[in-house]
């Protein structure tokens, strides 16, 4: 049971926008920054969203994420089939002195 | 370009120790600005944080875990290490290491950049 709460499943077809959602509490997302996370099939996760919107250099602009409150939200827009892929988000908890994920969404680009 | 490589047994029996050693390249592990950090994946599960250390050598751990968790660091070889203890089958997994931007006062942190990842089974 993740700390953080996301969809098992997302999908979409190509040039869609599609968004997945991550919800928290106050004791995480409420008070502190979230990240999201792009795992390939088979590789290494790899940092997409740090503090709630930043693009890290050669993410492209398709890619965007928000919060409000205790939720966050990661939107990808003009959807490609290289996007196919587990991706989490995470935040520091004040409660647990640490890191919490989210258990991952699998998203499917039919 | 900074890049991280774990290594150490793939393979580790119940009840014992699990030791993994992550080697850091194209920069210095002894950087104030950042930490570093163990997180691990079951198979076809999600990520699981670890535990970190800064280069003073200071640590935390999830809550979870503390109790089995070490993390070290030597400067000396740009290394940080993981020790594990008492595992079982339930510690089966992907390890990874990646570097740890974290200021929890401020309220932010991530990990950037990750190893490749090194699957270590426990079994008998």
């Known amino acids: 049971q993740s700390v953080l709460t996301q969809p098992p499943s997302a999908s979409g077809t190509p040039g869609q926008r599609v968004t997945i959602s991550c919800s928290g509490s106050?004791?995480?997302?409420?008070?502190?920054?979230v990240n999201w996370y792009q795992q390939l099939p088979g590789t290494a996760p790899k940092l997409l969203i740090y503090?709630?919107?930043q693009r890290p250099s050669g993410v492209p602009d398709r890619f965007s994420g928000s919060k409000s409150g205790t939720s966050a939200t990661l939107a990808i827009s003009g959807l490609q089939s290289e996007d196919e892929a587990d991706y989490y988000c995470?935040?520091?908890?004040?409660?647990?002195?640490?890191?919490?994920f989210g258990g991952g969404t699998k998203l499917t680009v039919l | 370009q900074l890049q991280l490589q774990e290594s150490g047994p793939r393979l580790v029996k119940p009840s014992e120790t699990l030791s993994l050693t992550c080697t850091v390249s194209?920069?210095?592990?002894?950087?104030?600005?950042?930490?570093w950090g163990w997180v691990r994946q079951p198979p076809g599960k999600g990520l699981e944080w670890i535990g970190s250390i800064y280069f003073s050598g200071s640590t935390y751990y999830n809550p979870s875990l503390k109790s089995r968790v070490a993390v070290s660091v030597d400067t000396s070889k740009n290394q940080f290490s993981l020790r594990l203890s008492s595992v079982t089958a339930a510690d089966t997994a992907v390890y990874y290491c990646a570097r740890h931007i974290q200021r929890a006062v401020a309220g932010y942190n991530w990990f950037d950049p990750w190893g490749q990842g090194t699957l270590v089974t426990v079994s008998s």
């Open positions: 194209g920069g210095s592990i002894s950087s104030p600005s950042y930490d």
């Open positions: 503090s709630n919107n």
């Open positions: 106050s004791s995480n997302i409420g008070s502190n920054t």
């Open positions: 995470a935040a520091w908890d004040d409660s647990l002195n640490g890191v919490v």
